[in-house]
């Protein structure tokens, strides 16, 4: 899996909005600010979360972006899935929906698994869990053997 820079730049974002304690907006400038994200390319992605139902604008003098709902209930998963679509996909379909011949069927059952065990980290991962800098144990267990941080 490749993460995009737009899930990378979603995610850093919501995690600076979660990570407000008074709960007010923050404005798109002082997110791109905060986290070096280039504006227009911030409007978008904002945009896309709000299609998506993660984010809410809020106009006015005080106004900006919150969490449409608790950072609690959104994970990393969902934020991806809003910027980027499905977290596998063969050639724009979604695993289930490839077909092969008799001698490469056996290539769908990779990416279903390939599937499965991203959602195992990415669907146990909120974006409060990331402002919270506490990530479920799923996750540190992983981290913690050192043949997860050497590139193969």
């Known amino acids: 899996m490749r ?4 899930s990378d730049y979603a995610l850093r974002a919501l995690i600076e909005i979660a990570g407000r304690t008074d709960g007010r907006p923050v ?3 002082e997110l791109g600010r905060l986290q070096e994200i280039p504006h227009g390319f911030l409007q978008a992605i904002l945009g896309d979360l709000r299609k998506a139902d993660v984010v809410v604008a809020q106009r006015g ?3 900006g972006w919150r969490l449409s709902r608790p950072a609690a209930d959104v994970s990393v998963a969902d934020v991806i899935r809003a910027v980027d679509g499905p977290l596998v996909s063969v050639y724009g379909l979604r695993p289930e929906a490839v077909t092969y011949n008799e001698s490469a069927e056996v290539l769908q059952h990779v990416w279903i698994a390939a599937r499965d065990a991203l959602r195992d980290v990415f669907e146990q991962v909120s974006i409060q869990q990331l402002a919270d800098r506490k990530l479920p144990s799923e996750v540190t267990t992983r981290t913690a053997d050192e043949d997860a941080w050497q590139p193969h």
């Not at 993460?3 to 737009?6: A, C, F, G, L, M």
């Open 61 to 63: 003098q005080a106004g």
């Open 3 to 6: 993460v995009s820079t737009k």
């Open 27 to 29: 404005s798109a400038e």
